[in-house]
């Protein structure tokens, strides 16, 4: 999906003519904010958000790497992290299933399936999101490529780099997420 067709994405997501829940439609938003595999996300747990340092600390275990990964939180992703806690479903997760707390978080593949009811097969799944802050990152924001990288939690360097190179560059990559969430918004995403 390219970066102009963002608008109608987001009409179409707010609109919900494919009748997502609550849950799932705050999941695809927070997906955007963060570009986050899904597998990540659909797991996150209050207890994660470490509002102490305003950032979300996904434990390595959950993470494709084996890296903890540190998401630096933005107005806005507050403000749809806050909806779901409303919800108040006391089970831990952020996203929890539809079928009851017992049955913990809700299916990564959720995401995918409200995609494909709104009419986006082919054209976006939830993994592709990755690829929108990638290129417009650098093209629309003139952020480089790996402040990005980093957060999208690639590895970044050779194995010698990745050896020696413990940097976070937080404060360089919490400036990226702000100016893309205030992108998004200004894209039409509604929170």
Known sequence: MLWEQLPQF???????????????????????????RASSLSGMRWEEWD???DLWVIPG?????????LIPMTDPLREVLETLRQLGTGN??????PRGASKGHMNPSS??????????????????IRAIPMTAGQEVLGFPAEIIQRQLSHSIGDKIR???DRSE????????????????????LKV
């Open 162 to 164: 990745m050896a020696y």
């Open 61 to 69: 275990a959950r993470m494709k790497n084996g890296d903890a990964h």
């Open 111 to 128: 995401m995918n399936q409200h995609l494909v009811r709104m009419g986006y097969k082919g054209v976006l799944n939830a993994h592709g």
């Open 92 to 97: 831990g997760f952020v996203f929890p299933s």
């Open 51 to 53: 509002a102490s340092q």
């Open 10 to 36: 987001f009409e179409d997501l707010e609109g919900n003519q494919a009748n997502g829940s609550v849950v799932t439609l705050c999941a695809l938003k927070v997906a955007f904010m963060t570009f986050l």
């Open 169 to 188: 560059m937080l404060d360089e990559r919490r400036r990226f997420m702000v100016a893309w969430c205030d992108a998004l918004l200004a894209q039409g």
